[in-house]
């Protein structure tokens, strides 16, 4: 389910791995939120040593203009000036050591920080 327009919704859609829809949730529940109604919020900011970084937050409902989706039972609201960036990434989750947290794959990407924080389109 998405509300992009026929034609451009796979290019602009943000996807979610079952492991990130997960533990998108499981932090929702936590927080007493509904993900029925709240969703992940994910954007992108200025900042970081390459220019860009993302950020996530949860959000009781999506803004007028957001692009919604739903993954795995996890609404995903993108506002439309972080879909130019976004769109076509797959945000995933790691257990791990080292790796642990959200990740976003995103093929729009020419390069990265060397911590991996920030990016460039």
């Not at 947290?101 to 093929?107: Q, S």
């Amino acid at each position: 389910m998405s509300t992009e327009t026929a034609g451009t919704e796979s290019e602009m859609q943000v996807e979610v791995t079952p492991a990130a829809a997960e533990q998108a949730l499981s932090l929702m529940e936590g927080e007493g939120m509904d993900p029925s109604i709240a969703g992940l919020r994910l954007f992108v900011q200025q900042g970081g040593c390459a220019g860009l970084s993302y950020g996530m937050r949860f959000d009781t409902e999506p803004e007028e203009d957001d692009a919604v989706s739903e993954h795995h039972g996890l609404r995903v609201f993108v506002d439309p000036a972080s879909l130019n960036y976004v769109g076509g990434s797959v945000l995933d989750y790691e257990s791990g050591l080292q790796a642990a947290g959200f990740h976003v794959e995103n093929p729009n990407v020419v390069s990265e920080c060397g911590c991996g924080e920030s990016f460039r389109t």
